[in-house]
Each structure stands twice: as structure tokens, then as C-alpha cells.
């Protein structure tokens, strides 16, 4: 199986700030990696596709980046509605596999 | 507009089965992988199981092969996952998805199986 390894698992960040957040996988997925914005309560939201292509309806501040084992998403200029956990995702091979979640906090 | 609505989850005893069942609308449910995503309240995505859009090419995690069977109606529009032998480690959120080819585009609003004595 595919190991996604998220970094970091929670991060403390103010409206305005830019943010990264890793994804690492456990052998080359080429740019087969989706990312996810999941809300509390709520369904994973699609916001990347192979690795950097916005998924329509994405505000702009929102990029991907990265192939083979290394990923990185990046808000530019984080607003209020961005506070939730991120997930990366492996869609080379089955298992699919997911990262473990990168939560975005209020500092 | 894409929906995506699961149905019979539920509080069950271990051992016990239940059938989860996903009605589609708002597009051509015959034209889309399917799959089945858990998650542990509190915790992360686990991928569970998939389905081709003929019925065929199915897939499931190591941890409920031989206990969970996925199947699809296209006549009916509708996912189901029969969950058998049921334990307490699969107590989850079950999420039905629609897979695009590049991850999953659209979530069901989940449907929480509790498993418990």
C-alpha cells in the first residue's frame, strides 16, 4: 500500500497569513493526488486534482504543486471559511489512501 | 444537480450485517465508478470499497474483504454496501462517492453505522 504522510498535523495560522501544507507519499504517484477541505460535520469538498489543476468553483487562492512522492497545497492569503482539516489522496493504486489531516486552527 | 444520499446506517450489535444504500441523482449514475470512504468520527478518510460502472472490477480494503460486499442497481440509480459480521472497529461515517478519474468529485452527506454492545 501507498503511505500518505501529511505535515503538519495541526497548524495555528491568522486571516491573511499564507500557509503550505506536505503531503508526502510513500513512492511515486506521479501527480495522481487529490486534495480535500473537509468542514466539521461535513463531507470532504474536492479543491485539486492531479496535484495542481483547481477543481471548478475553487477560489484562486488555492494552489497544489509537486509529483512524484512530494506535494504541497497552499492558501495564499488565508479568509474565515479556509479554518478546516486538509486531506491529501493517492489515486495511482488501490488502496486508495489518504493523508492524515492537516487541521487548520484559528491562532 | 449532483446528490448523492445514503441511508440505513444505524446502532448494531457486533456480528451483526446492515445494508447501506446511496440513491444518485442528477446525473448519468451508469457512467461512474462508485466507492464506498469511512471515516471514525474524529479521524481521517479510510477508502473502503469500488465498484466499475457495469458492477464488475469490485475492490474492497483489506480490513472488511470477506465481510462487506458492494453492489450497485443502475436501473435504480442506487450504491449499496452489504456490511456482514460487523465489528466494533467499524464504527465510521460511511461516505458515498463519485469517482470522476481524478479522485472523488461528490460526497453523500454520510451515513454513521455504530457498532456496539
Known amino acids: 500500500d501507498i503511505q500518505m504522510t501529511q505535515s503538519p498535523s495541526t497548524l495555528s495560522a491568522s486571516v491573511g497569513d499564507r500557509l503550505t501544507i506536505t503531503c508526502r507519499a510513500s513512492?511515486?504517484?506521479?501527480?495522481?493526488l487529490a486534495w480535500y477541505q473537509q468542514k466539521p460535520g461535513k463531507a470532504p469538498n474536492l479543491l485539486i486534482y492531479?496535484?495542481?489543476i483547481l477543481q471548478s468553483g475553487v477560489p484562486s487562492r488555492f494552489s497544489g504543486s509537486g509529483s512524484g512522492t512530494d506535494f504541497t497545497l497552499t492558501i495564499s492569503s488565508l479568509q474565515p471559511d479556509d479554518f478546516a482539516t486538509y486531506y491529501c489522496?493517492?489515486?495511482?493504486?488501490?488502496?486508495?489512501?489518504f493523508g492524515q489531516g492537516t487541521k487548520v486552527e484559528i491562532k | 444537480e449532483v446528490q448523492l444520499v445514503e441511508s440505513g446506517g444505524g446502532l448494531i450489535q457486533p456480528g451483526g450485517s446492515l445494508r447501506l444504500s446511496c440513491a444518485a441523482s442528477g446525473f448519468t449514475f451508469s457512467n461512474y465508478w462508485m466507492h464506498w470512504v469511512r471515516q471514525v468520527p474524529g479521524k481521517g478518510l479510510v477508502w473502503v470499497s469500488r465498484?466499475?460502472?457495469?458492477?464488475?472490477?469490485?475492490d474492497y480494503a483489506a480490513s472488511v474483504k470477506g465481510r462487506f460486499t458492494i453492489s450497485r442497481d443502475n436501473a435504480k440509480n442506487t450504491l449499496f454496501l452489504q456490511m456482514n459480521s460487523l465489528r466494533v472497529e467499524d464504527t465510521a461515517v460511511y461516505y458515498c462517492?463519485?469517482?470522476w478519474g481524478n479522485g472523488y468529485d461528490f460526497w453523500g452527506q454520510g451515513t454513521l453505522v455504530t457498532v456496539s454492545s
Open positions: 513512492q511515486s504517484i506521479d501527480s495522481w
Open positions: 462517492v463519485r469517482d
Open positions: 492531479t496535484a495542481s
Open positions: 465498484i466499475r460502472t457495469d458492477g464488475t472490477n469490485i
Open positions: 489522496q493517492q489515486y495511482k493504486s488501490y488502496p486508495r489512501t
